[in-house]
């Protein structure tokens, strides 16, 4: 990982982020938002509880949590939920992206494409509730996730 893709809070808690277009201030109320709509994740089978929550340009942001399924085939991501709602409300422009789990884990490889249909590149902040020394979070950027984004043609 680039140094660019490890920061990590401050002792204020703050993010520290270099990013050009989205500031700390940003990304910090993107992971409130995902922190509190993870409290709404239906996770009866995995109980592993998902909060993700998305800027666009406009500055509006749009939240999602992961709805699990007996089926499993049809759980439905946080990020992917987010992304939903972003386009229900007739947004395709995000520019940062929070995602909260208990350890920090990261989108999934759907979840990464879907995200990178709308967005090429773009911070994604992974915070993780339950780390050895509390809280943890790192910025990364998409391109990071999935470098080899698939795109048609046009």
């Known amino acids: 990982m680039s140094a660019k893709a490890n920061r990590a809070r401050s002792k204020s808690g703050a993010i520290n982020a270099t990013s050009q277009a989205v500031g700390s201030d940003v990304l910090d109320r993107l992971v409130q938002e995902a922190k509190e709509v993870r409290g709404n994740a239906y996770a009866p089978f995995s109980h592993y509880k998902v909060g993700a929550a998305l800027m666009t340009t406009t500055g509006s942001v749009y939240r999602g949590c992961n709805v699990e399924n007996s089926t499993f085939g049809a759980t439905i991501c946080a990020e992917r939920g987010a992304v939903m709602q972003m386009v ?67």
Do not use: H, W, Y
């Open 88 to 154: 229900a409300n007739g947004e395709t422009s995000p520019v940062a992206c929070a995602v909260v789990t208990r350890d920090g884990g990261s989108p999934c490889g759907i979840c990464r494409q879907v995200l990178a249909e709308f967005a090429f590149d773009m911070p994604i902040v992974l915070v993780g509730l339950e780390s050895v020394d509390g809280e943890s979070a790192k910025v990364v950027q998409l391109s990071e996730l999935l470098p080899f984004a698939f795109r048609l043609a046009t």
